[in-house]
């Protein structure tokens, strides 16, 4: 089925094995006494346990809770989430203001079902900059962190585009948030950089 996708070299070295004959081709290239007995083998570990569990590592299934998408999930409980939806063919747009240079304007943005696009602009007078490249945030991977150092003052909104999804909306959770630059992290920053240059 597969091998009109593979060339002709790749071919020659695959063997395909039903529930038989695939031990003894196994042994044409390893030593019956390196090779677990489960796997044709006369190879046992010190307490008679023909699958060699301390040779052979088997995974069980990785627990639901320790899946990507289900780490660092924002909860519609938090009241720094927003639930926001977003109709077929349409944008919506949080704003956020920068009133010091150098803050930082962060997101987490998590889409449960199916994904949408995120960038971040900067909008001056009627003229809007894209300053980040758009993501997609899909729901298999969980939330998407981000932040972007603002260097310029002003409105800052983060777009979650679903302009390209023609029949389904998307239920949105985000948190935004702007951490205003001090001058204390700035004292944090020059001390650290000068104590890297002397040494």
């Known amino acids: 089925m597969f091998k009109p996708l593979l060339s002709e070299n790749t071919c020659e070295r695959?063997?395909?094995?039903?529930?038989s004959g695939w031990k003894e081709a196994i042994l044409e290239h390893i030593e019956a006494d390196l090779l677990p007995v489960t796997y044709g083998g006369t190879r046992t570990d010190p307490d008679g346990d023909p699958c060699c569990p301390s040779l052979v590592?088997?995974?069980n299934p990785i627990p639901k809770e320790l899946h990507l998408k289900n780490m660092n999930s924002l909860s519609e409980d938090d009241k720094n989430v927003r639930k926001i939806t977003?109709?077929?063919?349409?944008?919506c747009?949080?704003?956020?203001?920068?009133?010091?240079?150098?803050?930082?304007?962060g997101w987490q943005v998590e889409c449960p079902r199916y994904d949408i696009k995120m960038y971040l602009v900067y909008a001056e007078g009627s003229k809007h900059d894209m300053v980040t490249k758009p993501v997609t945030v899909r729901c298999d991977f969980g939330s998407e962190t981000g932040c972007y150092l603002a260097e310029r003052?002003?409105?800052?909104?983060?777009?979650?585009?679903?302009?390209y999804s023609i029949f389904r909306e998307k239920?949105?959770?985000?948190?935004?948030y702007v951490t205003a630059y001090t001058s204390k992290i700035?004292?944090?920053f020059k001390?650290?950089?000068s104590e890297n240059n002397n040494s």
């Open 171 to 176: 239920q949105i959770l985000c948190k935004v």
């Open 191 to 193: 001390t650290v950089l």
């Open 186 to 188: 700035s004292h944090v």
């Open 93 to 105: 747009n949080i704003h956020l203001k920068v009133d010091v240079p150098g803050s930082t304007v």
């Open 57 to 59: 590592k088997i995974l």
């Open 86 to 91: 977003v109709g077929s063919r349409s944008k």
């Open 14 to 19: 695959l063997k395909i094995y039903g529930n």
């Open 153 to 163: 003052t002003g409105l800052y909104s983060l777009v979650l585009d679903n302009s």
